[in-house]
């Protein structure tokens, strides 16, 4: 299957190339995998940058996903409520999930509080906002993130996370009241201008 010269831009939107690909690359096809790497890569380090919040551990975890694709491809089944850009998003978060467990002994508080270019007030208010963020339910969580840090719309955040847009919506709504909930109780909630 030769896909370089199809011209990935004009067939971004193919369901029957993808498909093709899809199955040339469980055959172990090179070109497939390249293929579907141009596709989906930018998509993936969007995405996995805003879990991690670090550009260049973004990359790691975005190569690495691309890189065992090979071998997990194999457990990709084409089901209709699951497309290959949900799955593929499956991946990179379970990858970047990976990576912050690994990495979680590092006390993130005090590297940041060592930082001499931080003002104490926002410094606090970071601090608030990411102890506010932790308490959420971690599907709430991800909807926020991908919804105000990602800038995706519902319907992009419910093929991503292969959820329908209502549940989206629902997740969305009782985010941002439990995250406005968990500011104020830590005294960092928005102030309201009379």
Not at 157 to 177: D, F, K, N, P, T
Request: net charge neutral; glycine share 6%.
């Amino acid at each position: 299957m030769d896909l370089a010269k199809n011209g990935h831009n004009s067939e971004r939107g193919n369901p029957t190339l993808e498909r093709r690909a899809i199955a040339a690359a469980k055959r172990g096809e090179w070109d497939a995998i390249h293929y579907l790497y141009v596709r989906y890569a930018d998509d993936v380090l969007a995405y996995v940058r805003s879990i991690l919040g670090d550009h260049h551990a973004a990359e790691d975890v975005t190569q690495n996903v691309f890189a065992k694709l090979m071998g997990a491809i194999q457990r990709y089944e084409e089901r209709g409520a699951i497309p290959f850009a949900g799955w593929i998003m499956r991946v990179a978060r379970n990858a970047a999930l990976d990576y912050l467990r690994a990495r979680r002994q590092i006390p993130v508080e005090e590297v940041r509080a060592a930082d001499p270019g931080d003002e104490g007030r926002e410094l606090e208010q970071r601090q608030c906002l990411k102890a506010a963020l932790a308490s959420l339910p971690s599907e709430q969580r991800e909807v926020l993130v991908l919804r105000h840090l990602l800038g995706l719309s519902p319907p992009e955040i419910a093929a991503r996370l292969e959820r329908s847009e209502s549940s989206v919506h629902g997740l969305h709504h009782r985010g941002r009241a439990a995250l406005r909930a968990a500011l104020i109780e830590l005294e960092a909630g928005p102030e309201v201008v009379a």
